[in-house]
Nanobody
Framework: QVQLVESGGGLVQIGGSLTLSCVAS????????MGWYRQAPGKERELAES???????VYADSVKGRFTISRDNAKNMVYLTMNNLKPEDTAVYYC???????????????WGQGTQVTVSS
């Protein structure tokens, strides 16, 4: 069993900053890509930014230059530092990880429960 737990969400002013954290625990042999998805009210979940095991990142155009993703492989943790936040960034942010739980098996997605980020004046 694998669990992902997010933390760090909250209320922040427009132009402010916030850092989200996520830790994966359980029966883990390895973790490949980790990422942060977000879902705003009335919209589908979308990728904000992801990072591979060796640091290659993929990100949405809407967060380019403002969000920075990082990870600590030894701790199975991933972080998302968000700067210059906008009202459009308001959403529930979900942590995702591609986890190998047994040798010889394929990795699969595991999800956290989400953390709310609200950006307002």
């Amino acid at each position: 069993q694998v669990q992902l737990v997010e933390s760090g969400g909250g209320l922040v002013q427009i132009g402010g900053s916030l850092t989200l954290s996520c830790v994966a625990s359980g029966s883990i042999f390895g973790v490949n890509d980790m990422g942060w998805y977000r879902q705003a009210p009335g919209k589908e979940r979308e990728l904000a930014e992801s990072i591979g095991r060796h640091g290659v990142t993929v990100y949405a155009d809407s967060v380019k230059g403002r969000f920075t993703i990082s990870r600590d492989n030894a701790k199975n943790m991933v972080y998302l530092t968000m700067n210059n936040l906008k009202p459009e960034d308001t959403a529930v942010y979900y942590c995702d990880a591609m986890v190998l739980t047994e040798w010889g098996q394929s990795t699969r997605h595991y999800w956290g429960q989400g953390t709310q980020v609200t950006v307002s004046s």
